[in-house]
C-alpha cells in the first residue's frame, strides 16, 4: 500500500463493498473500514449476505467515499480473508478503537459482538486506483 492510499484510507471509513453472487451478479453492501495495524479491516457477521459471498468467492471490491471532497474516491480491488473465533472479539474491538477510540462499557461491547456473531473481513489490496 503506497503512501497516498495510505493517507486516503487512514482520513476516509465510508465505502461500498462489492461482492460477487454464485450467479455472478454483483451484490453491494455499504460498510465501514478502518486502518489495523497496518492492515484493512471492516466488521461483519457470520450471517450477513457478504459473508457468504466471500466465503464462496474471496473477491471484492471496495470504493471508499471521500467525507470531505465529493468528487475523490478510492476504488480497491482485493481478496478478503474472514478472521474469527475467540479472537474476532478482540479484533472488532481493536478496529472500533482504530475508528472511534474506547466504547463505552467495554464488557457490554463485547457480549454484543459474541451475541451478534461478529467477525472482520481483512482485505489485501491487489489493485488501487481513482481519484482521490
Request: proline share 5%; charged share 25%; aromatic share 6%.
Amino acid at each position: 500500500m503506497d503512501d497516498p492510499v495510505r493517507a486516503f484510507l487512514e482520513a476516509n471509513h465510508g465505502a461500498i463493498m462489492t461482492t460477487l453472487k454464485k450467479d455472478g451478479s454483483p451484490h453491494v453492501a455499504r460498510v465501514v473500514i478502518g486502518l489495523v495495524e497496518g492492515k484493512l479491516w471492516s466488521s461483519g457477521t457470520r450471517k450477513r449476505v457478504r459473508t457468504a459471498h466471500v466465503r464462496r468467492d474471496p473477491r471484492a471490491t471496495l470504493c471508499v467515499l471521500s467525507e470531505d471532497n465529493p468528487w475523490a474516491w478510492l476504488g480497491l480491488e482485493t481478496t478478503v480473508t474472514i478472521l474469527e473465533g475467540p479472537e474476532a472479539v478482540d479484533q472488532n474491538l481493536a478496529l472500533y478503537r482504530a475508528l472511534a477510540g474506547e466504547p463505552e462499557g467495554l464488557d457490554e461491547y463485547r457480549r454484543a459482538m459474541t451475541a451478534e456473531e461478529r467477525l472482520v473481513y481483512e482485505f489485501t489490496i491487489h489493485k488501487a486506483y481513482g481519484m482521490h
